[in-house]
């Protein structure tokens, strides 16, 4: 089978799809994690942060708090949204589409 014909739905630039995937992937590390915590158990130190990454990628050039805390809220709000891991690529372009509109 070939899939070399296959183009995407929207065209998007390689940083852009790098963005969405490491935001798909953070969103799910942090329900992960914060079911741990539920649970009673902590694993915050095994935790990755992919903040500077994904800040970097989605176009903010300056380390504030202020865009760190804001980044923080809102992935933390997305994980705890998120009911299964399938929806993860849904709420990783909405914290996409929320980080360009603090741009």
């Not at 089978?1 to 969405?20: A, Q, R, V, W």
């Not at 705890?80 to 929320?98: F, S």
């Amino acid at each position: 089978m070939k899939l070399s014909n296959i183009s995407p739905l929207l065209p998007l630039s390689s940083e852009t799809d790098l963005c969405l995937y490491l935001l798909r992937e953070e969103i799910k590390s942090w329900k992960f994690f914060n079911q741990l915590r539920q649970a009673g158990l902590d694993g915050s130190a095994y935790q990755t942060d992919l903040s500077m990454a994904i800040l970097s990628l989605a176009g903010f050039s300056e380390d504030s708090n202020d865009i760190h805390d804001f980044y923080y809220h809102l992935i933390d709000k997305l994980s705890t949204q998120m009911q299964n891991a399938d929806e993860a690529v849904k709420y990783a372009l909405v914290a996409y589409a929320e980080l360009v509109n603090r741009r």
